[in-house]
């Protein structure tokens, strides 16, 4: 069984940082997309960022130069740096990834359970 787990989220003032991290743990034979989103209340879940096995990245408008995804194969995590922080980007922030299988077996998608992050003075 995969599991993501989430850490590093938190209250922070806007202009902080914060840099979340997302580890996979389990049988697992290799990632290939991962990234980030986020639910902010009352709001559909947004796509942030993705990053490719290759280290390909994909960022929504809202956060480019501001955020930064990257990831460790090798650790089976990734990372989302967050500089200068607004309350706009206060929200439950999901890790996801795709796992890729082999012998034509179809692909599995998972979900980390979230980790909140509050931007407010």
């Known amino acids: 069984q995969v599991q993501l787990v989430e850490s590093g989220g938190g209250l922070v003032q806007p202009g902080e940082s914060l840099r979340l991290s997302c580890a996979a743990s389990g049988s697992i034979f290799t990632f290939g997309a991962m990234g980030w989103y986020r639910q902010a209340p009352g709001k559909q879940r947004e796509l942030v960022t993705t990053?490719?096995?290759?280290?390909?990245?994909n960022y929504a408008d809202s956060v480019k130069g501001r955020f930064t995804i990257s990831r460790d194969n090798a650790k089976n995590t990734v990372y989302l740096q967050m500089n200068s922080l607004k309350p706009e980007d206060t929200a439950v922030y999901y890790c996801?990834?795709?796992?890729?299988?082999?012998?034509?077996?179809?692909?599995?998608?998972?979900w980390g359970q979230g980790t909140q992050v509050t931007v407010s003075s």
């Open positions: 996801n990834a795709e796992e890729v299988r082999p012998f034509g077996w179809a692909n599995r998608n998972y």
């Open positions: 990053i490719t096995s290759g280290g390909s990245t």
